[in-house]
């Protein structure tokens, strides 16, 4: 737990400007606020607003705001906790832990640190040794061999092509290296840089020795790809087997295994982490979708061909801790996996890690059977990839379809009921009623292959089972439930603007004043003009009083979570707006609009009290005159009476 003053002096002391200017770099100042081209989203005419003031961002396009906190989580992928604690060591805001004592929390973070830096050396030593080791050339060809030659390899002292220069960014950016064959290389390197190899043991790069004292490397003789976590530290490493050396023999049982990778430490737990997240974060978070493969290889070579919001999960199935993680990116997952037995069963081994995250799932079938890796180094492969992506098809639709395929038919008795019992199970799970509304074409698609089978078994004498009848029956219920979960829409003509009161103009620009410079409410002309504010202005300015509390110097300060939280939708962009990108330059500026405006209210509200007045006046002497009939229409009702009860009244008298 972190201590909310804490948390507080972290927001107070972030200058917010230069951390977001690391990753916008096209901010620039105007006015009060600085503008640049929104992280999040595409655009080409900048919208995106900090108030260095306020500790606060707004995008004026796609709505994203907040402090300096938030934009770590949101942009970085960070967790809260992890959030503070990076800014804190940026201002110099010591974080005491409330459930350790301080020097407990100094080790804790040493020894991570210490873990972080023998993963970092290792990594640049692989790094290095991929382009100077006399035996590099195995790794060299095995990055030929799919298309990932890197530049500098082959430009024979001239400058890299374009595509050679992607293959360096993309090799760099991966810390793709190569770990020689000899038993100590890193050992030793790691002991030259003062590396405790007790560390390196730690985080899985030595291996103790059986007999004897010291260590050996772990990696040996392998393409190296080291693992990065969403904060660019390196976390661990997969390593892939290359060709025997010349002159080395090797029996079957002497093969090693294809990959191997970094057991799990103090800094490392597989499950929770993707490769490639780092490199890939901002592409994921552009296109609010992310691409899932299955290897280190697929998501190297797809983002070497241009397709950069590629992740694979670390060679374990995709996890719930995994989907989590994705999804503080995207809300969206396509799963593009071998096209073979196991990519089809990692496929469905998925689906619970996705709803579970909230992540919405499709799946892409690569064509002619070819996995990722292969599919985007044929001709015209990148085109390929991006068209398979764009049709995949919905998790549970793909799912269906892959029971209900065509050896669907051809099955016997006892497969095809146990593929029937899939299909319930799965309808029964799905809880989102517009995607089992979409099976609808696949159903038909059953049906018509269920009475085919009918026929058929008819023709042969035998009886269809009644778990087909089951089906059919599952189906229907779950396509009516689905229709009567549907969203109903009002009245179109319900939704129209309500046309604004008087005086909305003038109560706006107060409000919008008084954002801009909270201050104001310390004034006391100031506090007469908000006695005019009713409805959702006196809310805007009540939460605004509310939020403002005593800074650490006796300064009143706004804060502006408690203040936007107090906001409903309606009036929350408003209010994010002009705390981001405030109007008014000057404090006396603002106050001169708001008595300005209280001014113009005040005439207002008295125009409107005399016209009040008048019309109560009006409705009064309407009261009298209308009251004076009744009395005058009750004498005459009284004459008639009376006259009607005399036998000898005249006939007139009586009409």
């Not at 396009?61 to 960070?78: L, N, R, T, W």
């Not at 490639?276 to 899932?292: E, K, S």
Request: charged share 30%; aromatic share 6%.
């Amino acid at each position: 737990m972190i201590p909310p003053e804490t948390i507080a002096a972290v927001r107070d002391r972030t200058n917010i400007v230069a951390v977001i200017q690391e990753s916008v770099p096209s901010l620039k100042k105007r006015g009060r606020s600085w503008v640049g081209l929104c992280p999040f989203h595409k655009e080409k005419s900048p919208s995106f607003h900090v108030n260095p003031d306020r500790g606060f961002f707004h995008c004026f396009g796609c709505k994203e705001s907040g402090s300096a906190i938030d934009f770590a989580m949101k942009h970085e992928g960070y967790s809260f906790p992890e959030a503070v604690r990076m800014l804190a060591e940026r201002c110099g805001v010591v974080i005491e832990e409330d459930a350790r004592p301080r020097d407990e929390v100094d080790r804790a973070k040493k020894h991570k640190d210490d873990l972080y830096g023998a993963l970092s050396v290792a990594a640049s030593y692989y790094e290095r040794e991929l382009r100077e080791h006399s035996e590099r050339g195995y790794a060299l060809r095995e990055l030929g061999r799919r298309g990932l030659t890197p530049g500098w390899a082959m430009s024979d002292g001239h400058e890299p092509t374009e595509a050679g220069a992607r293959i360096d960014d993309v090799l760099q950016a991966f810390r793709v290296g190569y770990a020689p064959a000899g038993w100590d290389g890193l050992a030793n390197h790691l002991r030259s840089q003062g590396i405790s190899p007790s560390s390196a043991e730690q985080v899985g790069l030595l291996v103790p020795k059986q007999s004897g004292s010291g260590h050996y490397d772990r990696f040996r003789h392998r393409l190296m790809f080291a693992v990065v976590d969403p904060q660019g530290r390196v976390v661990a490493f997969s390593g892939r087997a290359l060709e025997p050396l010349a002159g080395t023999v090797e029996t079957p049982e002497q093969k090693p295994a294809k990959y191997i990778n970094s057991p799990e430490s103090a800094v490392y737990t597989k499950g929770q982490m993707l490769f490639g997240i780092y490199q890939a974060r901002h592409a994921i978070r552009q296109a609010d979708q992310a691409v899932l493969v299955e290897g280190n290889f697929d998501v190297v070579s797809l983002h070497a061909h241009g397709i950069d919001n590629v992740v694979a999960p670390l060679g374990t199935a995709f996890t719930a801790d995994q989907a989590k993680l994705l999804r503080r990116y995207a809300g969206n997952v396509v799963l593009f996996f071998d096209a073979d037995v196991a990519g089809k069963k990692a496929t469905r081994a998925s689906r619970e890690a996705c709803r579970g995250a909230g992540l919405f799932a499709r799946v892409a079938v690569p064509p002619s059977g070819k996995d990722p890796d292969e599919l985007v180094r044929a001709p015209g492969g990148a085109e390929a990839v991006r068209g398979a992506i764009v049709q995949g098809k919905g998790m549970l639709e793909y799912l269906l379809e892959d029971l209900l395929d065509e050896g669907f038919a051809s099955a016997d008795a006892y497969e095809r009921a146990g593929r029937v019992d899939m299909v319930k199970r799965l309808l029964a799970e799905e809880d989102d009623a517009l995607v089992r509304s979409m099976t609808k074409t696949y159903v038909d698609r059953l049906a018509g292959r269920l009475d085919l089978i009918r026929r058929e078994e008819s023709a042969r004498g035998e009886r269809s089972p009644d778990t087909f009848r089951a089906l059919e029956a599952t189906v229907k219920k779950a396509l009516a439930t689905a229709e009567a979960q549907r969203p109903r829409y009002g009245d179109p003509r319900s939704a129209r603007i309500a046309p604004q009161s008087p005086g909305a103009a003038a109560r706006r620009e107060i409000v919008g004043a008084l954002i801009d410079f909270p201050e104001l409410l310390d004034d006391p002309e100031v506090s007469e003009a908000v006695g005019l504010l009713e409805g959702e202005s006196a809310r805007i300015v009540a939460g605004l009083a509310r939020a403002r509390s005593f800074g650490p110097e006796g300064e009143k300060r706004l804060d502006n979570d408690a203040f936007l939280a107090q906001m409903p939708p309606a009036i929350h962009s408003f209010a994010a707006k002009r705390l981001a990108a405030p109007t008014f330059e000057a404090f006396d500026e603002a106050r001169d609009v708001v008595l300005r405006s209280a001014t113009s209210l005040m005439k207002r509200v008295v125009h409107e009290e005399k016209d009040l007045v008048s019309r109560r006046m009006n409705e009064d002497e309407w009261e009298t005159q209308i009251q004076k009939a009744r009395e005058a229409h009750g004498q005459v009702r009284s004459t008639m009476t009376a006259r009607k009860a005399r036998p000898d009244a005249p006939d007139g008298d009586n009409q």
